[in-house]
């Protein structure tokens, strides 16, 4: 989860803050504010996203990575410490000895919001920037193929599948076995012959 400053023509700076899954790189939830994106506002993100997915029954524990903004601390650490369900859910800091790697996954995900899906335009006003970021989140969830998840999308890894780096092993094999045919096929062909004689 990491928070992020996106301008908009008429009603200046909104903050957005993503919750992605770490497996399958999908957006799980998101929030819009032009108040103050405080720990609050970062509070009622997770209880909105822990409600949307169930996820007070899940069995497994589950790390919450974000930075040390301040944002991140108060009202979420008292909501996390108030869970008595199955799941044990810790948060976790980045670069830190718990967990000393960046947030960049996440902070990547406002890089392709603003530079890919944007395209370096703003939104015209709150509602409009509102429908931008709903676009967004369907755009990366269902039509974007991240790299490391091999030629599935988010939601199909959230849905079950397993992202496999041999996938289109076989398809990569045969296209290559096929150009050579198409290659020698091109260089025997009626007008090479013509041509050159």
């Known amino acids: 989860m990491d928070i992020t400053i996106v301008n908009t023509i008429e009603a200046g700076m909104q903050k957005v803050a993503f919750v992605k899954y770490n497996f399958s ?9 032009s108040g103050k994106a405080g720990s609050e506002f970062i509070k009622n993100l997770f209880t909105e996203t822990f409600e949307k997915y169930n996820l007070l029954n899940v069995t497994k524990p589950i790390n919450i990575l974000s930075d040390g903004g301040s944002e991140n601390k108060g009202e979420l650490l ?43 335009k703003y939104s015209l006003n709150e509602k409009s920037h509102l429908k931008d970021l709903k676009r967004f989140v369907d755009y990366y969830n269902y039509e974007r193929y991240p790299t490391d998840l091999f030629g599935l999308t988010p939601t199909e890894v959230v849905n079950g599948k397993i992202p496999n780096k041999n996938y289109f092993k076989e398809k990569i094999q045969q296209a290559r076995r096929n150009s050579v045919v198409i290659n020698q096929q091109f260089n025997d062909c009626k007008i090479a012959r013509v041509c050159n004689s």
């Open 25 to 33: 790189r999908a957006i799980l939830h998101y929030s819009s504010t």
């Open 78 to 120: 008292s909501w996390i410490n108030t869970i008595q369900t199955p799941p044990i859910v810790t948060k976790i800091t980045a670069q830190t000895k718990d967990f000393p790697f960046s947030n960049s996954m996440s902070e990547s995900t406002h890089s392709i919001y603003k530079t890919e899906f944007l395209n370096g």
